[in-house]
T-cell receptor, first 115, second 113 residues
């Protein structure tokens, strides 16, 4: 049963703490992505990775960090430098590579609330 | 600068009628377009896509139309069903195989029984 898992579904943290959101996929996809969704806004790209041990900043990377040590995993750390971290975070993956299509598959999301 | 725009935040349609969701884009480099459907507290799911070499793509009840000169695309759902009630996002990329997608702000579709 292939897919993308994100855990936990709901996460609460105190202001000033770093927090890491998990994303795992067993679709054998090369590319993985992190998005943030806020009310009334579309999905905004935070970071993406086209291959293991490589990643690029998206449109709103400030205050976030990622790693891509394994093909299956792309964890996102929300640092204390992120000024407005409360949001719904979505992880996605795609086949990757030119000519392989653009369709991205999304996980169920993690709602992060910073108190 | 919003390169992909969905100007209608919400739309209500009677069950059985046609739902038409619109999307405009400003970046002339966009060449491949996708529609996603999203339920609350879930990730978006892919619905249908279209390449700029086509002006129409159909998949069951869903049809996407592309007017490249007007930089406009639309998603038609016929007939509309209660399960279609969701937020629909339009997305675009520079070409087929390019991984970066730019998303619109979404349109909340409500199907009235």
């Amino acid at each position: 049963d292939g897919g993308i898992t994100q855990s936990p579904k709901y996460l609460f943290r105190k202001e000033g703490q770093n927090v890491t959101l998990s994303c795992e996929q067993n679709l054998n996809h090369d590319a993985m992505y992190w998005y943030r969704q806020d009310p009334g806004q579309g999905l905004r790209l935070i970071y993406y990775s086209q291959i293991v041990n490589d990643f690029q900043k998206g449109d709103i990377a400030e205050g976030y960090s990622v790693s891509r040590e394994k093909k299956e995993s792309f964890p996102l750390t929300v640092t204390s430098a992120q000024k407005n971290p409360t949001a719904f975070y979505l992880c996605a993956s795609s086949l990757g590579g030119s000519g392989k299509g653009n369709e991205q598959f999304f996980g169920p999301g993690t709602r992060l609330t910073v108190l | 600068d919003q390169q992909v725009k969905q100007n209608s935040p919400s739309l209500s349609v009677q069950e059985g009628r046609i739902s038409i969701l619109n999307c405009d884009y400003t970046n002339s480099m966009f060449d491949y377009f996708l529609w996603y459907k999203k339920y609350p507290a879930e990730g978006p799911t892919f619905l249908i896509s279209i390449s700029s070499i086509k002006d129409k793509n159909e998949d069951g009840r869903f049809t996407v139309f592309l007017n490249k000169s007007a930089k406009h695309l639309s998603l038609h759902i016929v007939p509309s069903q209660p399960g279609d009630s969701a937020v629909y996002f339009c997305a675009a990329s520079p070409h087929f195989g390019n991984e970066k997608l730019t998303f619109g702000t979404g349109t909340r579709l409500t199907i009235i029984p």
